[in-house]
Nanobody, 124 residues
Framework: QVQLVESGGGLVQAGGSLRLSCAAS????????GGWFRQAPGKEREFVAA????????FYADSVKGRFTISRDNAKITVYLQMNSLKPEDTAVYYC?????????????????WGRGTQVTVSS
């Protein structure tokens, strides 16, 4: 079993920055792909960003390209999401997830484990 815990969320003004962390524990492996999803009140969960097993490839939703950066630290078994130039529409609960099997990074159903989420609120 793998447990994921997100941290780093909070309240920030528009234009500000936050760095989210997703730490894994339990029976973990370095060979994983990491992803971030978010869900705003009254809306469905949406893909935000993902990073491949080796970190060679990253993927971003169009809405966050140029503003968010996903990275990973295999030694710490942690995935990060650096969020810059935050906008009020970025307000949501952010969830990290990991996948251990082939499949595209954009579908939440392809991920095997999920964190409980961390709240990000961007004020105007």
């Amino acid at each position: 079993q793998v447990q994921l815990v997100e941290s780093g969320g909070g309240l920030v003004q528009a234009g500000g920055s936050l760095r989210l962390s997703c730490a894994a524990s339990g029976r973990t492996f370095s060979t994983y792909g990491g992803g971030w999803f978010r869900q705003a009140p009254g809306k469905e969960r949406e893909f935000v960003a993902a990073i491949s097993v080796t970190g060679e490839s990253t993927f971003y939703a169009d809405s966050v390209k140029g503003r968010f950066t996903i990275s990973r630290d295999n030694a710490k078994i942690t995935v990060y999401l650096q969020m810059n130039s935050l906008k009020p529409e970025d307000t949501a609960v952010y969830y990290c997830a990991v996948k251990y099997y082939p499949g595209n990074y954009f579908r939440g159903g392809n991920y095997n484990y999920w964190g409980r989420g961390t709240q990000v609120t961007v004020s105007s």
